[in-house]
């Protein structure tokens, strides 16, 4: 990870630097909806989950305390060099609300402190968790391979159908819902009305890790919640629920509000939830689902569709899922990329930015050139996205190298996306023929004051200024020039 | 005093070359400032960048073509 913030070691190496992509959602909502939400113990623990290292530290300190503690008791605890993290930590807590504002004293919200208690000790009955349904003597319930398969296919469908939109093939479509979705979170744009085009940052999207992309999805959905009258509250604690469900096991829909009943459906097309028909009184979370707030990779791996290596799972899912999970990507000095996979969307993912030369049942092979990559550039990739992906999926093999990808290689890209800004622009006014040297001084001190001089020559006597700051230096100079 | 509307190019010399060049067929610089910096016409921007682009693609070959 090229950005870690943070030089002290408070994070475990797993960790997201970042903090999570729900947590500024959250943050904006109202305390009351916050506080609502913290009367469900599922919820409670997953927000937990979210937090960085050092919150959820600073959570467990104050959780099993009964009265508030002073802050300068708690400050005492804080080296000078954490200082900073310690008060940034705060912040972020007292936004979200699980902090009470106050300046002299630390203490929990009382709803969230309850929720988290009762979510670590169990007890109470608020079914918060899920219901889990009644033993059908008739039917199995769908086992863990069926999940996997379902959330595999529904999730590959969705980025299927972006990756292929740019290469004008028809595949299979998702469903209304989804379509609506992606056109929202303008990853993908219509084109003349009728056909649905990936844009730049659908592109950017399809070289995420799942889980982001989850996320980036949910996020919408959540905005989108908002404008069709949804209660936020019933749609994040439902997500939380999912979130902490139990993998392979069936849960009730009776406890469910309309709502959530609505939500199930759309996070059906998505795959998060499985249901045997769509009228079923019983769900079962996926793969996607239960992994939503945690780290475990949100797509089935090798170890748990078999614990076994590749050659044991049989299934086509089973070992695109492996080589997923391990990488199997090869790269060499010369610029071929040597791809061990196939899995048509990480085949068409990569012809993002190769030319394919070959393609054989497990294997396809192909070249980083000049053009396929100007063509991933155009299309609003950035040579750092093509390098990071080319690194997440490195075959096992590629990791004895040190560094992972060839250097030449990785520079040769980053000279491409150089080559393609050779030319910079800026628009703005060019101001010259100053009466005299002092005139001259006088205005560009002012409109360095603005930081609005882009370019600047004390021996010609003129600047060049910034669109923005044109009315500004040009009331400075006619109050001048009126005044005197 | 004199303020004048324009684009503010920032490259470097070759490139400021090859604009110099082009600027000889159809006109769109207003200053030349420096090494590295051109005042150009605001609505020429677009045709100045196309132009420039193919311009350099001149002078790459391609190992694809085939």
Same mark, same amino acid.
């Given at each position: 990870m090229?950005?870690?913030?943070?030089?002290?070691?408070?994070?475990?190496?797993?960790?997201?630097s970042?903090?999570?992509?729900l947590?500024?959602?959250?943050?904006?909502?109202?305390? %009351?909806?916050?506080?609502?939400?913290?009367?469900?113990?599922?919820?409670?623990?997953?927000?937990?989950?979210?937090?960085?290292?050092?919150?959820?530290?600073?959570?467990?300190?104050?959780?099993?305390?009964?009265?508030?503690i002073?802050?300068?008791?708690?400050?005492?605890?804080?080296?000078?060099?954490?200082?900073?993290?310690?008060?940034? !930590?705060?912040?972020?807590?007292?936004? #979200?609300?699980?902090?009470?504002?106050?300046?002299?004293?630390?203490?929990?919200n009382?709803?969230?402190?309850?929720?988290?208690?009762?979510?670590?000790?169990?007890?109470?009955?608020?079914?918060?968790?899920?219901?889990p349904a009644?033993?059908?003597d008739?039917?199995q319930?769908?086992?863990?391979?069926?999940?996997?398969?379902?959330?595999?296919?529904r999730?590959?469908?969705?980025?299927?159908?972006?990756?292929?939109?740019?290469?004008?093939?028809?595949?299979?479509k998702?469903?209304?819902?989804?379509?609506?979705?992606?056109?929202?979170s303008? #990853?993908?744009?219509?084109?003349?009305?009728?056909?649905?085009?990936?844009t730049?940052?659908?592109?950017?999207?399809?070289?995420?890790?799942?889980?982001?992309?989850?996320?980036d999805?949910?996020?919408?959905y959540l905005?989108?919640?908002?404008?069709?009258?949804?209660?936020?509250?019933?749609?994040?604690?439902f997500?939380?629920?999912?979130?902490?469900?139990?993998?392979?096991?069936?849960?009730?829909?009776?406890?469910?509000?309309?709502?959530?009943?609505?939500?199930l459906?759309?996070?059906?097309?998505?795959?998060?939830?499985?249901?045997?028909?769509?009228?079923?009184?019983?769900?079962?979370?996926?793969?996607?689902?239960?992994?939503?707030?945690?780290?475990?990779?949100? #797509?089935?791996?090798?170890?748990?569709?078999?614990?076994?290596?590749?050659?044991a799972?049989?299934? !086509?899912?089973?070992?695109?899922?492996?080589?997923?999970?391990?990488?199997?990507?090869?790269?060499?000095?010369?610029?071929?990329?040597?791809?061990?996979?196939?899995?048509p969307?990480?085949?068409?993912?990569? %012809?993002l930015?190769?030319?394919m030369?070959?393609?054989?049942?497990?294997?396809?092979?192909?070249?980083?050139?000049?053009?396929?990559?100007?063509?991933?550039?155009?299309?609003?990739?950035?040579a750092?996205?093509i390098?990071?992906?080319?690194?997440?999926? !490195?075959h096992?093999?590629?990791?004895?190298?040190n560094?992972l990808?060839?250097?030449?290689?990785?520079?040769?890209?980053?000279?491409?996306e150089?080559?393609? %800004?050779?030319?910079?622009?800026a628009?703005?006014?060019?101001?010259?023929?100053?009466?005299?040297?002092?005139?001259?001084?006088?205005?560009?001190?002012?409109?360095?004051?603005?930081d609005?001089?882009?370019?600047? %020559?004390g021996?010609?006597?003129?600047?060049f200024?910034?669109?923005?700051g044109?009315?500004?230096?040009?009331?400075?100079?006619?109050?001048?020039?009126g005044g005197? | 005093?004199?303020?004048?509307?324009?684009?503010?190019?920032?490259?470097?010399?070759a490139?400021?070359?090859?604009?110099?060049?082009?600027?000889?067929?159809?006109p769109?610089?207003?200053?030349d400032l420096?090494?590295f910096?051109?005042?150009?016409?605001?609505?020429?921007?677009?045709?100045?960048r196309?132009?420039?682009?193919?311009?350099?693609?001149?002078?790459?070959?391609?190992?694809e073509?085939?």
């Amino acid at each position: 990870m090229p950005s870690v913030q943070s030089p002290q070691a408070v994070d475990p190496p797993a960790s997201h630097s970042n903090p999570h992509a729900l947590l500024p959602f959250l943050r904006s909502q109202s305390q %009351n909806t916050l506080t609502r939400l913290y009367q469900r113990p599922s919820s409670c623990l997953s927000i937990y989950r979210l937090l960085g290292p050092l919150e959820r530290q600073l959570v467990m300190n104050l959780l099993w305390l009964e009265s508030a503690i002073p802050v300068n008791t708690m400050a005492v605890w804080v080296v000078p060099e954490g200082k900073k993290l310690y008060d940034d !930590a705060l912040a972020v807590m007292t936004g #979200l609300h699980i902090l009470q504002n106050s300046t002299v004293k630390l203490a929990l919200n009382p709803t969230f402190k309850s929720s988290l208690r009762q979510a670590i000790t169990g007890g109470g009955s608020t079914g918060s968790f899920g219901v889990p349904a009644e033993k059908d003597d008739k039917r199995q319930p769908g086992g863990i391979e069926v999940l996997d398969a379902y959330a595999l296919e529904r999730w590959e469908t969705i980025l299927h159908y972006m990756v292929s939109s740019g290469q004008g093939q028809l595949p299979t479509k998702p469903s209304q819902g989804v379509l609506y979705l992606l056109q929202r979170s303008e #990853l993908m744009k219509a084109n003349h009305g009728a056909t649905l085009q990936i844009t730049s940052s659908g592109f950017q999207f399809l070289l995420h890790s799942p889980h982001d992309q989850l996320w980036d999805l949910l996020l919408q959905y959540l905005h989108m919640a908002e404008e069709r009258q949804m209660d936020l509250v019933e749609v994040l604690s439902f997500l939380f629920m999912l979130s902490t469900m139990e993998l392979g096991r069936e849960y009730s829909t009776d406890p469910l509000s309309e709502t959530q009943k609505v939500l199930l459906e759309d996070l059906r097309d998505y795959g998060l939830v499985w249901q045997r028909k769509a009228s079923s009184k019983r769900f079962s979370p996926t793969r996607l689902a239960t992994t939503l707030t945690s780290l475990s990779p949100s #797509l089935p791996t090798s170890s748990s569709t078999g614990g076994s290596r590749v050659g044991a799972t049989t299934s !086509a899912i089973g070992v695109a899922a492996s080589t997923a999970q391990q990488g199997f990507i090869v790269l060499e000095t010369n610029y071929r990329v040597y791809a061990y996979t196939d899995n048509p969307l990480q085949t068409a993912v990569l %012809n993002l930015f190769i030319t394919m030369k070959y393609r054989f049942p497990n294997l396809v092979v192909g070249m980083l050139t000049r053009e396929s990559v100007r063509k991933a550039l155009a299309n609003g990739i950035s040579a750092e996205q093509i390098i990071s992906y080319l690194s997440t999926h !490195a075959h096992p093999q590629m990791r004895k190298n040190n560094p992972l990808l060839p250097v030449t290689v990785q520079d040769q890209i980053r000279l491409w996306e150089l080559e393609r %800004n050779r030319l910079k622009s800026a628009e703005g006014y060019l101001y010259r023929d100053f009466a005299s040297q002092a005139d001259y001084m006088y205005v560009l001190e002012y409109a360095k004051q603005l930081d609005v001089v882009l370019w600047e %020559n004390g021996a010609k006597r003129c600047f060049f200024g910034s669109l923005e700051g044109h009315a500004n230096v040009r009331g400075f100079i006619e109050r001048r020039t009126g005044g005197g | 005093m004199r303020a004048i509307k324009g684009i503010l190019l920032t490259c470097d010399s070759a490139v400021k070359q090859i604009l110099l060049t082009m600027n000889e067929k159809a006109p769109f610089v207003i200053e030349d400032l420096d090494e590295f910096h051109l005042v150009i016409k605001a609505d020429e921007e677009y045709r100045v960048r196309r132009e420039l682009e193919a311009e350099l693609e001149k002078n790459t070959y391609s190992l694809e073509a085939n």
